[in-house]
């Protein structure tokens, strides 16, 4: 398979955005950073996609136009987000981003799909496909940074649960009474084994304790110990209910000083093997990762290109072969209302193109059709598409409309809630 996926790790300063091909889904083969507009996240889209444009540009033309085409864009980010509504929730780092639409934001600038994932949970699939991971069908992720995250791996899947929360470690509670998390509970884990824990615990940057450990100090070390216990005690509950094999470590600190690293993690694993209830007395691995930042762009990635396969195998079983993806793609929307309150569009189709089948789970849209002829499939019905035929679209109505000839429409509609489901989509199709 020829073909680009990029991957987005949006971070609170800085964004890193990556490409991989197709046909080596391993290996980064461009990756460039970008400061984040933390002040207005669409404007930090239009800066994220034009500097992704160029790297999938200069990765074409180094591959002499092989992989000119972006196949899917995955993105991870800081969570907690809702996978359903593909938007971003709190971010403590970016609060001009909460609530922010990111996936179908990057699709309108891209014109492709876009695959929203937390970053720990691409970090992790990352390790699974591509790093330490690769060795275990079922291990807990955990970034160690200024927070806590982690992720799950289980029977060699990522592990999102229901509402795409799953795996976050940082946030069990080991110590009722303990300091004040982030998160407004007690004695998280991330209160007492982060970054800032650290740097509470001896009155230095987390950075200098883990340098001071290294070279003896007797201090440093036992508050590195201290804290890898907090961890080891909230992994213990995580084994006790799942019973995993291994846990990989990832994140900012887990590159540090390796050997007072040693020192963290093996009182996380001691006290995690003391205290986790287990069916035998077990060496539980604790693996550092090898792919650094690497890690979430290799799994963004991976994560869009199995959508994307998913979504060609759909349509292949639905409507025979695969649609070509055209140059000039269609499909063109152009916005001309987009308030709080009320969203408007034109849609240019060109002549022998179907949009796709689709219903929405509570946006109700009105359509009129200005130009062209065609066929609106509505709920059963086929409606013969003439110039001033207006419809009303309830909520989960199933439509499409398909272009005989050249055809153009207005659709009204309340604001766009991301509330989308293609019963059948076709690649290439360009959103704005
Ligand atoms: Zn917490």
């Known amino acids: 398979m020829n ?48 500097l992704l444009r160029e790297i ?13 085409e972006l196949l899917g864009v995955g993105v991870g980010a800081p969570g907690p987000l809702d996978i359903k509504e593909r938007r971003l929730l709190a971010l403590p780092n970016l609060p001009k981003w909460r609530g922010f639409g990111i996936a179908s934001a990057l699709e309108r600038e891209l014109g492709v799909r876009v695959t929203l994932e937390n970053d720990a949970n691409a970090a992790a699939v990352g390790e699974r496909m591509f790093g330490v991971g690769k060795e275990f069908e079922d291990f807990v992720y955990v970034t160690l940074g200024t927070g806590i995250g982690g992720a799950l791996i289980l029977n060699g899947e990522l592990y999102r649960g229901h509402w795409g929360g799953a795996g976050e470690i940082g946030h069990v509670q080991v110590d009722p009474d303990g300091p004040l998390c982030g998160c407004g509970r007690r ?31 007797v201090k440093a070390r036992d508050v590195l110990e201290t804290a890898g216990r907090a961890l080891g005690r909230g992994l213990a509950l995580v084994f006790t209910v799942l019973d995993p094999q291994a846990v990989v470590f990832g994140g900012g600190m887990a590159k540090g000083n390796p050997l007072a690293l040693r020192f963290y993690l093996d009182a996380c694993k ?43 195998e759909t ?82 109505t199933v439509h499409r ?32």
Request: proline residues 6%; aromatic residues 6%.
């Open 401 to 432: 409309v398909t272009a005989r000839t050249d055809l153009v429409f207005h659709e009204a509609s309340t604001p766009e809630v991301d509330d989308v489901i293609r019963l059948e989509d076709n690649y290439g199709r360009a959103r704005c």
């Open 315 to 396: 349509n292949r079983h639905r409507s025979g072969p695969m649609p070509k993806v055209v140059e000039k793609p269609w499909g063109k929307e152009v916005w001309w209302a987009h308030t709080p309150r009320y969203a408007g569009k034109t849609i240019y189709v060109n002549a022998g193109h179907s949009l796709s089948l689709q219903y929405h789970q509570r946006k109700a849209e009105t359509m009129f059709f200005s130009s062209g002829e065609g066929t609106l499939y509505l709920g059963g019905e086929e409606i013969p598409i003439k110039p001033g035929l207006s419809v009303d679209i309830p909520p989960g």
């Open 56 to 68: 999938v540009s200069d990765v074409s033309k180094s591959t002499g136009g092989r992989n000119a």
């Open 187 to 217: 004695g998280c884990v991330e209160a007492l084994a982060a970054g800032p824990a650290i740097e509470k615990a001896y009155g230095r940057p987390a950075t200098e304790v883990f340098a001071l450990a290294a070279s003896g100090d």
């Open 270 to 312: 001691e006290e995690l093997e003391k205290r986790a209830f287990l069916p035998a007395k077990r060496d539980i691995p604790h693996v550092v990762s090898t792919l650094g930042v690497d890690a979430a762009i290799l799994g963004a990635a991976w994560l869009a290109r199995e959508e994307y396969l998913k979504a060609r």
């Open 3 to 50: 073909g680009i996926f990029a991957a987005i790790d949006l971070g609170g300063t800085k964004t890193r955005v990556g490409a991989v091909l197709a046909s080596e889904p391993g290996r980064v083969v461009l990756s460039a950073s970008a400061p984040t507009v933390r002040e207005d996240p669409d404007e930090g889209i239009k800066s994220i996609a034009s």
